[in-house]
């Protein structure tokens, strides 16, 4: 059963040895149904007792992900978890380049539920089962057995989303596309659906290399920038070649995305609604540990598509 309280707390509520309750908690068997019984009800009495003192329930956030990106979440939880939760909750952000790490010191410290953000090694997924709390995966997704439910966006969908725009926009128009930060999912989901494009890549959108990869190649007419950051430097490093291009599709909509629409030197930003998928994957947590009712249900999100046209009022 997961839970985040100590053996002797519940072994002292239970009325029961430590010894007992680790039985119990580890289904090592050599224990009455009614002690078994004792031992979760002592952790709903705990759970009960926690929520009504006021304590917050804290939930963990491991991130593998880019700072940027990091930030974003970071405020989505601060904007959006004090809207919905019936009880104080305070998340944890751990931004991180060893999931592992991070999910190991989440394991040795007092946590009501965590909410992961890491490629679906097998390393990961190990260090997740090793857990005793709730865990919701937020756009990369573990086997079911290892957490209670997934939310976000598919990373291999939005590439492919990309690329589809990017096909639709250009049209029968000859050119071919430069992709900025392409990595993983993304671009392989991009690569699928566009075939027959030269793709050119950029690691970055650093104005040397950059500028260095559009004089050696005339024939770019399209954009594909996987990445969340750095849009105005392309655009920047476009004009220094005097040079156009056709279409520019890009990710996330923040304050420089949102400018750069409203300015029509972006074609589309692909954008994740981060809070509604933040606010799922905390409702999960709390209906796991008993906090709030109903089932406990994943919530893939879709791709939202941006465009100069429908840019929210209220964005930035």
């Known amino acids: 059963m997961k839970h985040p309280y100590r053996i002797r707390e519940i072994a002292a509520r239970a009325g029961l040895s430590p010894a007992t309750v680790d039985r ?16 979760h009800q002592a952790i709903a009495d705990l759970d009960r007792q926690q929520s009504q ?57 007092r946590s009501h539920g965590l909410i992961l953000l890491a490629p679906p090694a097998p390393e990961v997924a190990e260090a997740v089962s090793r857990l005793g709390v709730p865990v919701v995966t937020l756009n990369h997704d573990l086997p079911a057995g290892k957490r209670i439910a997934h939310v976000g966006v598919d990373g291999f969908d939005s590439g492919a989303t990309a690329a589809y725009l990017v096909g639709r926009l250009l049209a029968d128009r000859a050119g071919d596309v430069l992709l900025i930060n392409g990595r993983g999912e993304r671009e392989e989901g991009f690569r699928s659906v566009l075939p027959s494009r030269r793709l050119l890549t950029a690691g970055s959108s650093e104005a040397g290399p950059l500028r260095a990869v559009l004089a050696a190649n005339p024939s770019i007419r399209a954009v594909y920038s996987a990445g969340t950051r750095g849009n105005a430097a ?30 029509h030197r972006i074609s589309a930003v692909l954008h994740q609604d981060l809070r509604a998928d933040l606010r799922h994957a905390c409702q999960a947590i709390l209906r796991a540990q008993g906090v709030l009712p109903g089932p406990i249900r994943s919530h893939p999100s879709a791709v939202h598509v941006i465009t100069p046209f429908n840019v929210p009022p209220a964005a930035f």
């Open 24 to 39: 119990v908690l580890h289904s090592r068997g050599g224990v009455r149904d009614s002690t078994a019984r004792a031992v």
């Open 234 to 263: 392309v655009v920047s490093a476009f004009a220094a070649e005097r040079r156009n291009y056709d279409v520019f599709v890009a990710h996330g909509l923040d304050q420089e995305n949102a400018d750069l629409l409203r300015e």
């Open 53 to 109: 003192s006021g304590r917050p329930f804290v939930i963990d956030v491991v991130l593998r992900t880019s700072r940027r990106f990091g930030a974003a979440v970071r405020a989505a939880c601060e904007a959006e978890v004090p809207e919905f939760a019936p009880v104080p909750v305070r998340t944890r952000p751990h931004l991180t380049d060893d999931p592992v790490a991070a999910l190991d010191r989440v394991g040795r410290s």
